[in-house]
């Protein structure tokens, strides 16, 4: 949904709103650990998405209360925002906290040839010339042997052209 400062204080004030409800007046065990992490409102304010997190092993779980709880959190919002429009609820999985603890761990297990250090082309630092097992820089250009290719070639004679 289309972002500007009137709608992002919308999705805040809906998100802060639910996540007051979710937390203090549904007393669904399913929903113990649910975090609201965001809210985007339609321009319309008929829809409201709700992201929530939770632990990964309980999603559905928490999609059931979530769903069984729907009607009453789109009646306790209603109340409290005091708009002309009471929005419905689609409630979604936030999962980009799982995403990060996947890359936090993925960071752990850097391979070793990440940690040497390296030069500002990203070349390996090779301290004191080439050591044992070391493979010298292969690319360095070839001096030239002192003149032009085209120079060294004989031109033809006009009874070969």
């Known amino acids: 949904m289309k972002q500007n400062s009137s709608s992002r204080k919308l999705n805040r004030q809906a ?3 639910i996540a007051s409800i979710v937390s203090t007046q549904i007393a669904d065990p ?4 649910v975090t609201v992490t965001g809210c985007e409102v339609s321009t319309d304010r008929s829809l409201c998405r709700v992201y929530v997190s939770a632990a990964a092993d309980s999603y559905d779980e928490v ?3 979530l769903e069984s709880a729907k ?9 409290a925002i005091k708009w002309r ?3 419905e609820l689609d409630f979604r999985i936030d ?3 799982d995403q ?4 936090t761990e993925a960071l752990k297990n850097v391979p070793p040839t990440l940690s040497v250090p390296k030069d500002e082309s990203g070349y390996p630092i090779v301290e004191g010339g080439s050591a044992s097992g070391e493979v010298a820089d ?3 250009p070839v001096p030239d042997a002192g003149g032009d290719a085209d120079q060294d070639r004989e031109a033809p004679d006009d009874d070969e052209r």
């Open 95 to 97: 999962t980009t906290t």
């Open 85 to 87: 429009v009471t929005p």
């Open 138 to 140: 292969v690319c360095e």
């Open 30 to 33: 399913r929903l113990y650990m």
């Open 71 to 79: 009607g009453r959190i789109r009646s306790l919002f209603g109340r």
């Open 15 to 17: 998100q802060e709103i």
């Open 100 to 103: 990060a603890m996947r890359i």
């Open 63 to 65: 999609m059931e209360g």
